[in-house]
């Protein structure tokens, strides 16, 4: 069995809203087009997750409706299918399309293509480093099931409150070091494994996102989950991403994954630029002998890819135990520019200041994946 959107959009045809007399999609009332996830593996159901909307939070036939349409769905496409369905109301409108966000003026996506490579940590110090030259800064936690900023940052007891912005109750961001950020780490036990299926996933993803105060911000950084995955295609379909960086390091199997990572968004349905890659771990450098360079993991094999792809190399970070035990210690390396790691960092938001301004003079504005 295979599913697609219109199947799903054909069983919410099945189902009639009771305040109209006409079926959801007579209605007008699915707010965006159905997501549908296949399997990970054999065995497991597919997902399917849909947004209805209601004219008010009030509404007498909100649950008997959902309810029908969850039965719908499973008619329709079997009783083993997970729905998720969601509502939003008319009465208080969530922002869409170039709405959202409009005072971000660049989202940065930092993604990697396998898991291990430091992309937490290139993404923390990149926004320390752009707001200690100046910009205004967010930082979105998009690791859903391994949150890390609040740990990076020291802020794992913060729990972010809510604030009246403009009629709708929106959520307060944590700030630290001159950043705005939100995880879902703030709202979980850092002890607990998040055991949450895909649309209740990219439904929290969202939340972070559209029913925040995110305010005016130069640079709005996404910390993605290693690999290809649900919470990616959500940040294509939600957001109008300016651009995506590349973390590696020069090892072999990380560089056949980042290939991917950079494919990903190549796509020509995605078509975000690639910004740049950065090389993490380039090489070894003890603190007892700061002059020696120990390339453990292989020697430029981020900047031959960069080259290959050509997209530009915009930093080489070097393995160092202080990068570690500052991150763990909750303050990130850039937050010092008397380190050479510190330093590298600064050059880092400094070349992304570059080609982003770069990207913006030369390319038109990214456009929102449309769902498929």
């Known amino acids: 069995m295979t599913l697609y959107p219109k ?12 305040g109209t007399k ?10 965006d087009q159905p997501t549908v996830a296949a399997p990970s593996q054999e065995g497991e ?3 399917v997750t849909v947004v209805l909307e209601f004219p008010r939070e009030t509404d007498p036939f909100l649950k008997s409706t959902v309810k029908a349409a969850e039965a719908a769905i499973k008619y329709h496409c079997g009783k083993d299918v997970e729905v998720t369905i969601q509502t939003e109301f008319k009465s208080k409108p969530r922002p869409k399309g170039d709405q959202l966000l409009a005072g971000v003026k660049n989202i940065i996506a930092v993604s990697s293509g396998k898991g291990g ?13 752009l707001a200690r030259l100046g910009y205004k800064v967010g930082l979105l936690d998009c690791d ?27 959520i307060c961001p944590i700030e630290a070091y001159g950043i705005k950020m939100l995880s879902i780490g703030f709202f979980v036990s850092p002890d607990t494994a998040t055991l949450w299926r895909g649309g209740m996933a990219t439904s929290a993803l969202k939340q972070l996102i559209a029913d925040a105060d995110w305010g005016e911000l130069d640079y ?3 910390d993605t989950p290693p690999g ?27 560089l056949a994954d980042a290939r991917k990572g950079i494919d990903m968004y190549r796509n020509e349905k995605v078509n975000v630029p690639i910004l740049g890659l950065i090389e993490n771990m380039a090489w070894f450098t003890p603190a007892e002998l700061p002059e020696n360079k120990y390339y453990i993991f292989g020697k430029e094999g981020c900047k031959k890819l960069a080259e290959e792809m050509n997209v530009p190399l915009l930093a080489q970070i070097p393995l160092v135990q202080s990068i570690c035990e500052s991150g763990d210690a909750g303050e990130p390396a850039a937050t010092s520019s008397e ?5 590298a960092f600064i050059n880092l938001a400094q070349a992304v200041v570059t080609v982003v301004n770069r990207r913006n003079r030369e390319l038109p504005k990214t456009n929102i994946v449309g769902v498929k």
């Open 7 to 18: 199947i799903i959009m054909d069983a919410l045809a099945t189902v009639t809203y009771a």
């Open 22 to 31: 006409k079926n959801l999609v007579e209605s007008g009332m699915v707010a």
């Open 45 to 47: 159901p597919w997902h």
């Open 117 to 129: 490579v430091g992309k937490s940590t290139v993404s923390a110090n990149l926004a320390i480093a």
């Open 144 to 170: 859903i099931f391994g949150p890390s900023m609040p740990k990076m940052f020291h802020v794992e007891d913060e729990r972010p409150y809510a604030v009246k912005v403009d009629g709708r109750d929106l």
């Open 220 to 222: 709005f950084i996404l």
């Open 228 to 254: 290809t995955s649900d919470i990616h295609l959500t940040l294509l379909q939600t957001l109008a991403i300016t651009g995506a960086i590349i973390v590696s390091t020069p090892q072999q199997v990380a």
């Open 339 to 343: 380190t050479a790691t510190g330093l």
